[in-house]
């Protein structure tokens, strides 16, 4: 074998040079939306299975207060700009930990197709008591597109994290409303900070509108939505172990 054939380049995302003439995505023909889970941008608190050095999803250099890739555990840091695509709801009832933990009922909708009730909304899972909060998780689902590279993934709030997600989700709106541009028209920041509730610290989000889409990355965004409109969209799936252990889970 040639010296030159045994090369390797020490950046394995580098394209090499007789690639850089080639355009176009062959092999993914029969490929669409239904057929890819989309990773999940994750905060990092304390308790997060990704930060403990002992856990199967252990990433190495994640900090507390950190945004990462579940799939490509890419670190971004406490802040990225983000072109929100569409809105999306979800429910999920994990088994408790002590019993093993994993999914007994979910709902890709938040609204029907789970195994324990014809719909989330009289579910007993999914009510609040007096002694405590329901059961059954509800997430707000943002399937965006990260920059400066337009990855495609799904922005994923519970917890107490739902109220910026709510605050965010009704600024937006009123925007577009006003406006009268789609969701995807406008780029947004989201800066994580520190954070204190009656649990103890964490970190939460905070949103603020950036500037208009440049034209490539709205006709970007464009393309991504009329995949993804009108369906069930699947992400990385949530573990018990983040339910439970965070106060703010991602």
């Not at 995505?25 to 029969?30: A, D, K, M, P, Y």
């Not at 088994?95 to 938040?110: A, M, T, V």
């Amino acid at each position: 074998m040639s010296d030159e054939l045994q090369k390797i380049p020490s950046n394995p995302l580098a394209i090499p040079d007789y690639l850089k003439g080639v355009s176009g995505r062959e092999g993914s023909e029969n490929v669409s939306s239904t057929d890819i889970i989309l990773p999940r941008l994750s905060i990092c608190q304390s308790t997060t299975p990704q930060r403990k050095l002992d856990n199967s999803a252990y990433i190495k250099g994640l900090n507390d207060g950190d945004l990462f890739n579940t799939v490509s555990e890419e670190n971004y840091g406490r802040t990225v700009e983000f072109i929100p695509l569409i809105f999306s709801k979800s429910r999920i009832y994990f088994r408790d930990l002590k019993e093993g933990g994993g999914i007994l009922c979910q709902s890709l909708n938040g609204i029907n197709g789970g195994r324990l009730a014809p719909v989330c909304a009289t579910c007993p899972k999914s009510q609040f008591t007096a002694e405590k909060a329901p059961e059954c998780t509800n997430f707000m689902n943002f399937p965006s597109l990260i920059l400066p590279h337009l990855e495609l993934l799904v922005a994923s709030f519970k917890s107490t994290a739902l109220k910026s997600a709510k605050q965010f989700l009704s600024r937006m709106d009123m925007f577009c409303q006003k406006v009268k541009k789609p969701y995807f028209a406008s780029v947004y920041e989201l800066k994580i900070m520190p954070a204190k509730n009656s649990k103890g610290d964490f970190f939460g989000p905070t949103f603020t509108r950036k500037r208009w889409a440049e034209e490539k990355e709205f006709l970007v965004a464009l393309h991504h939505y009329n995949e993804l409109k009108g369906k069930n969209i699947q992400t990385d799936e949530v573990s018990a172990e983040e339910v439970e252990g965070e106060q703010v889970p991602f």
